[in-house]
Nanobody, 115 residues
Framework: QVQLVESGGDLVQAGGSLRLSCAASGSFFSSSVMAWYRRAPGKQRELVAFITSGGVTNYADSVKGRATISRDNAKNTMYLQMNSLKPEDTGVYYC?????????WGQGTQVTVSS
């Protein structure tokens, strides 16, 4: 059974850092393009960054230079290091495959950045 579990979210001050983790169960992970998405209050879910199975990365303009996506295929785990956090980074962060996001969505992890 496919399961995605996000963790690492917290309440932080602007300028702070967080490292989010996504633990995946199922054999799909190592061969999949994986991504972080976020849903800000009152907005639709949006793509934050994605990483191919081989480690090629791509970032949304809003986080470029402040975020680093990485993965450990041996551990079926993906990470998102976020630095210089801004209030507009506030939201629930989810992981899923890209571009379809067609695995069952997890609960997400809440990131709140105070100004």
């Amino acid at each position: 059974q496919v399961q995605l579990v996000e963790s690492g979210g917290d309440l932080v001050q602007a300028g702070g850092s967080l490292r989010l983790s996504c633990a995946a169960s199922g054999s799909f992970f190592s061969s999949s393009v994986m991504a972080w998405y976020r849903r800000a209050p009152g907005k639709q879910r949006e793509l934050v960054a994605f990483i191919t199975s081989g480690g090629v990365t791509n970032y949304a303009d809003s986080v470029k230079g402040r975020a680093t996506i990485s993965r450990d295929n041996a551990k079926n785990t993906m990470y998102l290091q976020m630095n210089s956090l801004k209030p507009e980074d506030t939201g629930v962060y989810y992981c899923n495959n890209f571009p379809w996001g067609n695995r069952p969505w997890g609960q997400g992890t809440q990131v709140t950045v105070s100004s």
